[in-house]
C-alpha cells in the first residue's frame, strides 16, 4: 500500500513506516498530523487516482525533529575582472514518520 501526497507544494511517494525529510512544518516534534492532499492512492491491484484529490483519502504522520539540511555553496566569478562571491545556504526541514493510510 502506497500513496502519493501533496506536502507544502511538493510531491512524495509514501508507505506506512517510511520516514521523509519534508519542507519545515509549524507543527512541534511528537505532535501528529494529517495530510489531506492525496494525489494517488494504491493499495494491490485497487488503484485510485484523483481529480485533484482522491476523495476521504488521508495520511496520518508524527512529527520526528526539525533539522537544518547540509549546507549548498555558490560560488560566482567573472575571470580577470577580481569578481568573486560565495555563499552557503541551508534548507530547514521536518522529518516525519509516515504512520497509516486510509482512503
Do not use: C, W
Not at 519542507?23 to 492532499?37: I, R, S, Y
Not at 526539525?66 to 569578481?83: A, T
Request: without cysteine.
Amino acid at each position: 500500500m502506497y500513496a502519493v501526497v501533496k506536502i507544502k507544494g511538493q510531491q512524495f511517494r509514501v508507505e506506512p513506516g517510511n520516514r521523509l525529510q519534508v519542507p519545515l512544518l509549524d507543527d512541534e516534534v511528537g505532535a501528529d498530523v494529517t495530510f489531506e492532499e492525496v494525489l494517488m492512492y494504491a493499495d494491490g491491484d485497487d488503484i485510485k487516482v484523483g481529480n485533484p484529490n482522491v476523495e476521504g483519502a488521508t495520511v496520518a504522520a508524527e512529527v520526528l525533529r526539525h533539522g537544518r539540511s547540509r549546507k549548498v555553496v555558490v560560488f560566482k566569478f567573472k575571470r580577470r575582472k577580481n569578481y568573486r562571491r560565495k555563499k552557503g545556504h541551508r534548507q530547514s526541514f521536518t522529518e516525519v514518520s509516515i504512520k497509516d493510510i486510509s482512503a
